[in-house]
């Protein structure tokens, strides 16, 4: 990829070719970052959402992982964009226009999650069906470990400086969001310990008690998406 743009370049002096290699670079580098950030995101939030709906069955795990795979539009949003910028040698201000079409659909799969989400809790209230804090536990372990995985990363995406197409939209969405699917997943985390160490607790009300906490937060994730876009 990086000879194929080199070899695009209209620029026949010796700086002009060293100086879009070296921006090329920087941008090949965050483009694999991004493609790092998506399999994490991905093998993370399947793994947490099945042991959680098959071993666990905590609803507050699901939501969690729901949560992280709607991350995963973004993710794969921003792969390609910075895919485009290296096959293309698109200019990153062209790009981050280009990435606006697509935060519409986020928010509208942010929805879709929310809805499964409101809809297991409130089933879950009226199961007899207890939760497995063992595996609640396990599944609340995997989501955090993949979430403090994607923050490393996003920040050395931030740290390398390469154009506003990462310091905008995306990236802005990406952290806040991450952050948010992060403090999630040690509340949980430590709702699990807890009814471990005490379980006469009523961790079957509780846990969607909690997952009730996460439909307020990724509802309003896609309420303050709509109201920026305008």
Not at 165 to 184: P, S
Request: hydrophobic content about 50%.
């Amino acid at each position: 990829i990086l000879k194929e743009v080199i070899s695009m370049s209209h620029s026949h002096d010796h700086h002009g070719v060293v100086s879009n290699f070296a921006h090329v670079e920087r941008h090949l580098h965050v483009y694999r970052n991004y493609r790092y950030l998506f399999a994490i995101g991905f093998i993370g939030a399947i793994a947490e959402f099945l042991i959680a709906l098959v071993l666990a069955h905590s609803v507050s795990v699901q939501a969690d992982a729901i949560h992280a795979l709607t991350h995963l539009s973004l993710y794969a949003l921003a792969c390609v964009v910075s895919g485009q910028i290296v096959a293309r040698n698109m200019n990153p201000h062209e790009a981050y226009h280009y990435q606006e079409k697509f935060i519409y659909l986020y928010a509208l799969l942010i929805f879709v999650g929310l809805a499964w989400i409101l809809f297991t809790s409130i089933t879950k209230l009226q199961s007899s069906e207890n939760v497995i804090t063992t595996y609640m536990f396990i599944s609340a372990g995997i989501g955090l470990s993949a979430n403090i995985i994607a923050l490393k990363i996003l920040n050395a995406i931030s740290k390398a400086h390469v154009g506003v197409v990462y310091k905008h939209r995306t990236h802005q969405l990406l952290n806040i969001d991450t952050w948010g699917d992060l403090a999630f997943s040690v509340i949980v985390l430590i709702t699990s310990i807890v009814s471990l160490s005490y379980p006469w607790l009523p961790i079957r009300i509780i846990d969607p008690v909690i997952s009730f906490g996460a439909v307020g937060w990724i509802g309003w994730s896609g309420i303050r998406i709509i109201i920026n876009k305008k």
